[in-house]
């Protein structure tokens, strides 16, 4: 099976700062990789998918990157609302392997 | 638009049974995989396994095949998780998902809409 590291974990951050999570694969996961927000009492929210296209309506100041077995996550600039946990989610076959998540807090 | 609705809070007692439904609206309920995924108080996201609507077609994580059985209802718009045996490493927030993808094309990719969760606690 497929496993997901990501880091860091956690990240303390300022507003206005640029921020990169990093998500590495065990194995070649080529593009199936997605790129998620979850903010507390919420449900996930999709930011990326297919290593770097942007869901819509996602602020572009978020943006994804990567190939093979290393991926990365950039909010350029920091806003109050992006203050949230953040995983890495590699699908295949139906079957999703997330990331162990990355929280990103106030410094 | 898409939106998955479902079932509200479950107390549950250990050994007992769960079945939580998820409603979809905004979309042909048929044309895209349903996923459950979990997570437990203070953890990450942990895939439980999909629903093919269309056929019924299922496959579960390794972790959960003895426990687990996912179905759905096409007259609903509605799938269902039933959990057995049910443990209090069971508590958790229980969601839903429709992968990205029309199931025709045969390759997921990954969940785009999510139902808002279903919080389940099991306890004596």
């Known amino acids: 099976d497929i496993q997901m590291t990501q880091s860091p974990s956690p990240l303390s951050a300022s507003v206005g700062d640029r921020v990169t999570i990093t998500c590495r694969a065990s194995h070649d996961i080529g593009n199936d990789l997605g790129w998620y927000q979850q903010r507390p009492g919420e449900a996930p929210k999709r930011l990326i998918y297919a290593v770097s296209t942007l869901q819509s309506g996602v602020p572009s100041r978020f943006s994804g990157s990567g190939s093979g077995t290393d991926f990365t996550l950039t909010i350029s600039s920091l806003q109050p609302e992006d203050f949230a946990t953040y995983y890495c989610l590699h699908h295949n076959t139906f079957r999703l392997t997330f990331g162990g998540g990355t929280k990103v807090d106030v410094k | ?124």
Not at chain 2, 29 to 47: C, H, K, M, S, T
Request: glycine share 10%.
């Open chain 2, 1 to 124: 638009q898409v939106h998955l609705v479902q079932s509200g809070t479950a107390i549950k007692k250990p050994g007992a049974s769960l079945k939580v439904s998820c409603t979809a609206s905004g979309y042909t309920f048929i044309d895209n995989f349903l996923y459950w995924v979990r997570q437990a108080p203070g953890q990450g996201l942990e895939w439980m396994g999909w629903i093919n609507p269309y056929s019924g077609g299922t496959s579960y994580a390794q972790k959960f095949q003895d426990r687990v059985t996912m179905t759905s209802d096409t007259s609903l718009n509605t799938a269902y998780l039933e959990v057995t045996g049910l443990r209090s490493d069971d508590t958790a927030v229980y969601y839903c998902a429709r992968d990205s993808n029309p199931a025709h094309l045969r390759s997921s990719g990954g969940p785009d809409y999510w139902g808002q969760g279903t919080l389940v606690t099991v306890s004596s």
